[in-house]
């Protein structure tokens, strides 16, 4: 995982915050949300959702699975971890917790 700078920085594109509210709603269940089911309920084109995804991935927000011809994604619990410690008390936040 990227760390907390690296997170913040990834959700501060409008559209790849949306892409991951996205993926925490509707990712959670079973194998995740697929990148076309992602690019129809964010009305993107594909390659801009693949774009947002690999940021986040990068950042540690989106776990990935590969599946034959489809990626799953879902929201990395590490990093939805690491934000609720930053926001429970952002003054005293230690990232190596």
Known sequence: MGGAVSIYKALSNPNRLIVYQIICKKGVKGEGITIEQIC???KMKQPAVSHHVARLA???LV???KSQ???HCS???DA???MRRFWKEPAD???SE
């Open 75 to 77: 929201p990395s619990s």
């Open 40 to 42: 129809a309920a964010a």
């Open 69 to 71: 011809w489809w990626v």
């Open 93 to 95: 936040f230690v990232e």
């Open 80 to 82: 939805l971890e690491l």
């Open 63 to 65: 776990d990935r699975k």
């Open 58 to 60: 990068a950042a540690g």
